[in-house]
């Protein structure tokens, strides 16, 4: 029993820090608002089983990516605040990390989605 509580207590502390990302980080909510894009996107084409996995793979290295991101900003705020070459390095490969990251998700995306918003568009004129 006791170790299921300690499980539960886990559980409740990532959720935590799940909703504070949700809340409090807007980049979080812009990675969140494209990955339900995407989501929708899926639904609505029709995408494979295989383009799903990746889609899903995507939104979740995407975001768990935005947290580690902003882990480690606040482990250097709460290091030093003041300005220190080594911080800002710190801080600007992991903000480079989420911008490669990023911009890796968006081209799977595209690679994904364009071929068949393709087929689809010219019904619409």
Request: glycine residues 6%; aromatic residues 10%.
């Amino acid at each position: 029993m006791e170790r299921l509580k300690k499980h539960h207590i886990s559980f409740k502390n990532a959720w935590s820090g799940v909703h504070w990302s949700f809340t409090s980080q807007p980049n979080f909510m812009i990675h969140l608002i494209f990955s339900i894009t995407a989501v929708f996107l899926g639904i609505v084409l029709g995408i494979s089983k295989i383009e799903w996995l990746i889609i899903i793979l995507s939104i979740v290295f995407g975001l768990g990516a935005e947290m580690i991101n902003t882990s480690i900003e606040a482990m250097c705020n709460l290091i030093t605040t003041d300005w220190k070459k080594e911080a800002k390095i710190v801080k600007d490969v992991s903000a480079g990390m989420m911008l490669i990251i990023a911009v890796g998700t968006l081209i799977i995306g595209l690679i994904i989605f364009i071929p068949k918003l393709l087929l689809i568009l010219p019904d619409f004129f």
